[in-house]
DNA sequence: AGCTATAGTGTGATGTTATAACATATACAA
DNA sequence: TTGTATATGTTATAACATCACACTATAGCT
């Protein structure tokens, strides 16, 4: 398995993730047979369209820029389907979604346990994957008889870029 | 320092907890010189009349039962207050509010980081306070050069007296 | 093609959580 | 007492999320 990725540089070529999360998605979507709708792909996108989490209301008004009609409900729709299929993650803190850095079209899993850094700077939020965090919670709950379902970890703070500054 | 304390178990004696947090909460708020006032100590009696997390607009419909008049924004101030000098978390999974359970009238310190264990089946929520999970995280986080400024860590799932049923 | 079951979407109302803005009251110290 | 900072009252509104029900599109079957 690779390396965690670095947090996102501010001046990466951004469409290059974009393109490639919606390429997967595609796929991932074909593999579950489940159906990429134009609404759920459009709402994909808009999350897709950088590293900052992005609320349900924000997604709606890119949707309606033209003029559209969309419902809340649309866009709350479109989010359970990609987070049911893990193609994006809820940002409890925020309130806000994001898409998920980790999509593997050959895993048949849907949503995975997920932690985030998030920076209060730029508010680019960094999807970590951390083996020993992991271990280390996994135990913690287990030693006090815990069964776990689900978990949420959300650390704000300075990314090392705007830290730099 | 004591060994972390156990999941709060259904049949305890809760009336102890509830009177040593707010006989704490006076001993603090004395020790910080911030005045802990009428509705302050009245949302902190509410938080602590259970171990499951309350929202704030039943924190409300609680202070208003006897047909009072106090609006959402005195509770969301209390609250407020109530946070900043450690006395209450917020749980962002929740939306709700829960007292603390790491009181300590010798240490200065307002908040603190915490971490919860939330049952899904009977609502409580205790705070857990894992030195090898702190270390974990601040490791994960440090290793990305990211600088920490807050965590939520919430965890759902079942809790052993619930599990045991 | 036509039928049917299921999944997806449209629509309007409503529910829930949180804050803005400004007026008034209270505590405390000089 | 009188000023000043802190706390509260009050009204309105922002921001986030879901319900309920009607309608439409799709896929699978005959
Ligand atoms: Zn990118
Ligand atoms: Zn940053
Ligand atoms: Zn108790
Ligand atoms: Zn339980």
Redesign the interface.
Known sequence: MAK?A??PKPDHDHSRCSASALRKAETICAARKVRLTDIRRDVLEIVWKSHVPVGAYDILAQLNADGGRTAPMAVYRALEFLMENGLVHRL??LNAFIGCAHLNAESGEGHHAA?F?I??ACGTA?E?E?A??T???T???AE?????????????????HC?AL
């Open positions: 965690s670095s947090f409890a803190s932690q850094l920076c209060r960094a970590l951390s020993p965090l271990r280390a919670l135990q913690a709950v006090r008889g815990f069964t776990i379902d689900s978990q949420i970890v959300e650390i704000s703070g300075l990314c090392p830290a």
